[in-house]
């Protein structure tokens, strides 16, 4: 695995499928959004994947709505905002692309249709095509959200016909075990890895009881990680899910003992008010004189490699070493 590097987390915490009388832990307001992403990002996510959800608690993709739950979670949270812009099955094509109005720091940006249970999951080329110009018109990073290895080979497409994404960087994530899309098991997950675009970085997760499969191959593959009501709502056998942060809290403890620590948000959470000034401050520390090198230095600070640059073109300064957009390179494992 080259470089070990940190892993990083996102968590999908209410998707567009389950509801509240199945799920009562789902955030389906924006308060409950808030809060859940607090949390998560206090048990290790670095990421947020949204979709909301309206008065009703249905499905929406209504953009005052989004950029409301987007500017919610920027204020109060450090974590990287990576609007949906699959939505439900029922959404159009030209809602989805509405999405992106919203001013997000990512997106999601499927690569093909899929059988998705009893439904469809519609992603035809020429929408495909629409939206990832239009990702790089509004420099959003996309997320290419891959069910299928089929989509891979359209995410090479894309890609040629295209040239690269905002940021620069490719980072994927593979979604396993969808009714009608790629198994989610460890063979599928190697296959997958195997044929993605040299240098892209990429995420997988696994629906349902392939979850923690998916996860752990995942980690051993030098992969990051995907978790969330959206995709599991069950922690173990006849257990629900009780928050998502104890997803994200497995996640985490599963990536420190692969030697792989969670990589810390890109922005510092805005603090609690700071406690009054001591009668004597203690004298400033010195600057560290440690360079990304220095190998007493833990993965998780500088060991994020292509992610941690993604990371660093979303913001400010990486919050976990100081590193600044225009020093990629000193993060580099
Ligand atoms: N809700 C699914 C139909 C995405 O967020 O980009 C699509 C989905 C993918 O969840
Ligand atoms: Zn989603």
Redesign the pocket.
Known sequence: MPGSPATLITV?PT???ADKSAAPALPVTLSELIVTAKECEVAGAAVI?V?IRDEAAR?TLDVSRLADTVAALREGTGLIVQL??????TDSFASRLAVLDAAPDAC???CGTVN?GD?V?ANPWPFIKDLYQLTQERQVVPEF?LFDLGQVATLHRLLAEFGPPAGGHVHCDL?MGVPGGMPGDVATLAAAVAVLPAGATWSATGIGRTALPVMLGALGAGGHLRVGM?DTLTFARGRPVARNAELVERAAELARLAQRPPCPPPRPAPSSPSPPAPPNPPAPAKPSKKSANDPSLPAGVYGCGNVHQRVCRLSQPYIGCGVSPLSRGACEV
């Open positions: 999908a998707g567009a499928e994947h979709h499905p949906s812009t699959g939505g439900a099955v999601s940006l499927t998705f439904d999951f959200e979604v959206e």
